[in-house]
Each structure stands twice: as C-alpha cells, then as structure tokens.
C-alpha cells in the first residue's frame, strides 16, 4: 500500500510540475532586473547546482546554509565543512565556503562566505568601441553567520545574519541581510518538508552621487534585495544498503520574477556513487541541471553542470568533509 502510495505522490508531483505554468500566472517578467546584489541568486555547491536548486529540503550539511539554514541543524555528525568552486558564465569565477559546528547536541554555528570575481575588463565609450586603455573592476562578497536549532527529533529552526558587498569600478554597495528556515520530517518513511525565505533586508544603493542629464548631483536610486521564498518537499522512495532514490519538488517565488517548480531526483549506489539532474519547466535562463558524486571515508566530492542557453553553461566541483 505504501509503495502504491508513493508511486501515486510522485505522479502528481511529475503533473503539478509540468503543469506549473497554468498554476502561476506569468506576471513576475515585468520585475526581472528590478533587485540589488543579484549576485544571491546564484545556486551554491555542486550537489544543489546538479538539481536544479531543489536543495531546500535536502541540504544537511555545511552546503545548506546558502539554501536552508534549519538545515544545519539535521546533520548527523559534529562538524560539516563545504567549499565550492564554480565557472560561471562570461569568465566569472565564484569560490565559497561554509562550516558548521555542533554543541550541545541540538544547538549548531555556522560560518559562510563567498566571493564572485572575474578578471579586470577594459573601459569601452562611444567613441572607443575597441577599449580605452584603462581597466575596472568588479566583484561581490558575502560573509555570513549562522544559529540552527533543533528543536525536536523531527524539527529545526535556522537563522543566517549576512553582511554583502558589491563594488562596480567607483561604485560600491553594503548591505546587512537575513535568511530564515524551518525543517520538518513528518514521520511517516523520510518525507520531510522544508521552507526558506532568503536575502530578506532593506533597499541598498550605492555611495555617493551622479551628473543627471541636467548636470545635476542626483543619488543613486535604492533597489530592494532579490528576497525569495522557497517551499521543498523530500523522501527517499528506495533506501536499502545498496540502492537509494531520492526526490523533491520545490516552489520557487523571487520578488523579481516569475514563480516556478523544480522537480529533481538523485540516485545512489552503495553510498559511494551518486548521480542527480533536477528540471524547471519554463525557465528561459537554465531549465535544466545534472551532476555526481562521490562520498567515502566522511569525504564528498561533487561535480555539477547546467544549461545556461544564450549564456553558454555554468560548472561547480565542491569538496565536503563531515566529522
């Protein structure tokens, strides 16, 4: 009857997905381009990348604290650490890292940080098409710091303070931001539910001021943070010694774009090989992702790649150690 059930849970789940274009509106283009520090929105760690993003209700380790901060709080050992490495499109290069710590059984610290950069680009103006002669630069950063809670046996609660900084030539932009979470396992095999609301903070703009086309010192207009809110549902629909099949299905609703479904599914082979793709119907930008891995002796390595269309493809390797 279970298995039954199952395969009636995951039939929907496969129906609502492909269906999800019907189910929300497409309103959420006309705010695309409308949010500060976009950098954020960009998935971290190779496991996560090589689903889609669909990483809400699945993360447990250090690599949940730039998805699901109540996450932390699940992991099964005293110390997680992440670091992740990824070739992201037009020469931009983004490196990360994230540990956790546990003490005292249910209370866990985390520590994030990352960096996006990419190699200095020359000046272009209209009259020098070709290059100016002189250079600038531009790059992002994120340190945050993270308390997880595990309240129960079955649920957590998370919280990420995170200072971002991000510089364009003369231009720079600081801000201060949260990340909330909740993690829950229902019980019943291990079905569990997982909700985030990410990058909640106020508007940011940059130092200073600008020559408007009148010749006139105008500030720079605020733009409110790329906040979204992610809904994840997991289960692993085959778990034995040899075999392990995991799926999730996550909604996905950015202040400034379209809501979206992701569906992903990750295989396991003997707790060692692991393989994993995750879909978003209807996503113009990257609808699909897939990746591996491999976990022995409290070491992961993994590997992601996604579909970027027009913006080519984007690549992570993450190394992980639990202990």
């Given at each position: 009857m279970k298995r039954i059930i199952s395969i009636m849970v995951l039939l929907v789940f496969s129906q609502v997905s492909f269906a999800q274009s019907n189910l929300f509106p497409q309103l959420g283009g006309q705010r695309a381009g409308t949010s500060s520090f976009s950098f954020l929105k960009i998935?971290?760690?190779?496991?996560a990348h090589g689903m889609g993003g669909a990483y809400t209700a699945i993360g447990t380790d250090a690599s949940s604290l730039f998805w699901n901060p109540a996450g932390a709080a699940q992991m099964s050992t005293q110390r997680s650490i992440s670091i992740d490495q990824s070739q992201w499109v037009a020469d931009f290069q983004i490196s990360s890292f994230?540990?956790?710590?546990?003490?005292?059984?249910?209370?866990?610290?985390?520590i994030s940080a990352l960096a996006l950069y990419a190699p200095p680009m020359e000046v272009t103006t209209e009259y020098r098409p070709d290059g100016?002669?002189?250079?600038?630069?531009?790059?992002?950063?994120?340190?945050?710091?993270?308390?997880?809670?595990?309240m129960t046996d079955r649920f957590s609660f998370g919280l990420t303070t995170k200072l971002v900084d991000e510089q364009l030539a003369d231009l720079h932009m600081r801000s201060v931001l949260l990340d909330l979470g909740t993690y829950y396992r229902t019980g019943y095999?291990?079905?569990?539910f997982a909700?985030?609301?990410l990058n909640f903070g106020m508007p940011a703009k940059p130092s200073g001021v600008y020559l408007n086309q009148d010749?006139?010192?105008?500030?720079?207009e605020a733009f409110a943070p790329p906040t979204t809110f992610r809904l994840g549902v997991a289960n692993e629909w085959l778990q034995s010694d040899f075999h392990e099949l995991t799926s999730t299905i996550q909604l996905n609703h950015p202040v400034d774009n379209v809501e979206s479904i992701t569906v992903a599914l990750e295989y396991g082979l003997a707790n060692l090989l692991f393989a994993r793709g995750?879909?978003?119907?209807?996503?113009?930008?990257?609808?699909?992702?897939f990746g591996l891995g491999v976990k022995w002796a409290g070491f992961t390595f993994d590997y992601s790649y996604a579909d970027m269309t027009d913006l080519s493809s984007s690549e992570h390797f993450t190394l992980g150690w639990t202990f």
């Amino acid at each position: 009857m279970k298995r039954i059930i199952s395969i009636m849970v995951l039939l929907v789940f496969s129906q609502v997905s492909f269906a999800q274009s019907n189910l929300f509106p497409q309103l959420g283009g006309q705010r695309a381009g409308t949010s500060s520090f976009s950098f954020l929105k960009i998935g971290i760690n190779a496991r996560a990348h090589g689903m889609g993003g669909a990483y809400t209700a699945i993360g447990t380790d250090a690599s949940s604290l730039f998805w699901n901060p109540a996450g932390a709080a699940q992991m099964s050992t005293q110390r997680s650490i992440s670091i992740d490495q990824s070739q992201w499109v037009a020469d931009f290069q983004i490196s990360s890292f994230a540990g956790v710590w546990q003490v005292g059984g249910i209370h866990h610290f985390g520590i994030s940080a990352l960096a996006l950069y990419a190699p200095p680009m020359e000046v272009t103006t209209e009259y020098r098409p070709d290059g100016t002669g002189e250079y600038f630069n531009y790059g992002d950063m994120l340190l945050g710091l993270t308390y997880a809670l595990r309240m129960t046996d079955r649920f957590s609660f998370g919280l990420t303070t995170k200072l971002v900084d991000e510089q364009l030539a003369d231009l720079h932009m600081r801000s201060v931001l949260l990340d909330l979470g909740t993690y829950y396992r229902t019980g019943y095999n291990d079905l569990r539910f997982a909700v985030a609301f990410l990058n909640f903070g106020m508007p940011a703009k940059p130092s200073g001021v600008y020559l408007n086309q009148d010749s006139v010192e105008t500030h720079y207009e605020a733009f409110a943070p790329p906040t979204t809110f992610r809904l994840g549902v997991a289960n692993e629909w085959l778990q034995s010694d040899f075999h392990e099949l995991t799926s999730t299905i996550q909604l996905n609703h950015p202040v400034d774009n379209v809501e979206s479904i992701t569906v992903a599914l990750e295989y396991g082979l003997a707790n060692l090989l692991f393989a994993r793709g995750g879909i978003t119907p209807g996503d113009e930008v990257s609808p699909w992702a897939f990746g591996l891995g491999v976990k022995w002796a409290g070491f992961t390595f993994d590997y992601s790649y996604a579909d970027m269309t027009d913006l080519s493809s984007s690549e992570h390797f993450t190394l992980g150690w639990t202990f």
